[in-house]
């Protein structure tokens, strides 16, 4: 399958200050990335939807403007996380899905980041 | 909306058995496909199988195979002789113009 980096695996920060996390395709165009927070023993929780070019898709609840995504590129999207708390601190993970002619493909999946705020 | 459920936090099975693995889903796309993925203790989420809604013949790939029921919203994974490499939490997802995942069941195998 198609391989999707994503870096770093784990950051410690401190309280109120910014860390950005980066998803790439490395052997695909991905038009569409999704990032995700998964906390222990859960669920993966969809965040937002990114499509090149275009601005994200927030769910809702989640604060636009504390994580910040980019997706300027077909192998390069960003999340960052600004003003970071302690609450913040979680497992996040991206996935970047390439658009076949017809049909859409399956997602790829990073290798998640563990962020923990101090 | 679109949400996937799965109503089973915890299953288990004997090695070399089949087990079954609930999810149900609800979307409102007439174009979507439907996963199942694992995720074992490193947290890689990998792939076990893709069902496209188009499609009426049911998914296998290997020991894993899945019952697509599209009235009924149904997408559930059968594991045939199960394997201690099998364990790992699986999720259900249904990917439209956004790719969503239920709560997760915990396969545990047993020797």
């Known amino acids: 399958g198609a391989v999707v980096s994503q870096h770093p695996s784990w950051v410690i920060c401190k309280s109120g200050t910014s860390v950005k996390i980066e998803c790439r395709s490395l052997d695909f165009q991905a038009t569409t990335m999704f990032w995700y927070r998964q906390f222990p023993k859960q669920s993966l929780m969809l965040m937002a939807t990114?499509?090149?070019?275009?601005?994200?898709?927030?769910e809702q609840g989640v604060e636009k403007d504390k994580f910040l995504i980019n997706h300027a590129s077909l192998t390069l999207s960003t999340l960052t996380v600004t003003s970071a708390h302690p609450e913040d601190s979680s497992f996040y993970i991206c996935s970047a899905r390439a658009i076949q002619v017809i049909r859409v493909t399956e997602a790829f999946f990073g290798q998640g980041t563990r962020l923990t705020v101090v | 909306a679109q949400t996937v459920t799965q109503s089973q936090p915890e299953m288990s099975v004997q090695e070399a058995e089949t087990v079954t693995l609930s999810c149900t889903y609800d979307?409102?796309?007439?174009?979507?496909?439907l996963f199942w993925y694992k995720q074992p203790p490193s947290r890689q989420m990998i792939l076990v199988i893709r069902q496209e809604a188009y499609k009426q013949q049911n998914a296998t790939e290997n020991r894993f195979s899945v019952n697509f029921q599209k009235a009924a919203k149904s997408f559930s994974l059968k594991i045939s002789d199960s394997q201690l490499g099998d364990a790992a939490m699986y999720f259900c997802?249904?990917?439209?113009?956004?790719?969503?995942f239920g709560e997760g069941t915990q396969l545990t195998v047993n020797p």
């Open positions: 979307t409102s796309e007439s174009d979507y496909y």
């Open positions: 997802g249904a990917s439209g113009s956004r790719l969503t």
């Open positions: 990114s499509n090149e070019g275009s601005k994200a898709t927030y």
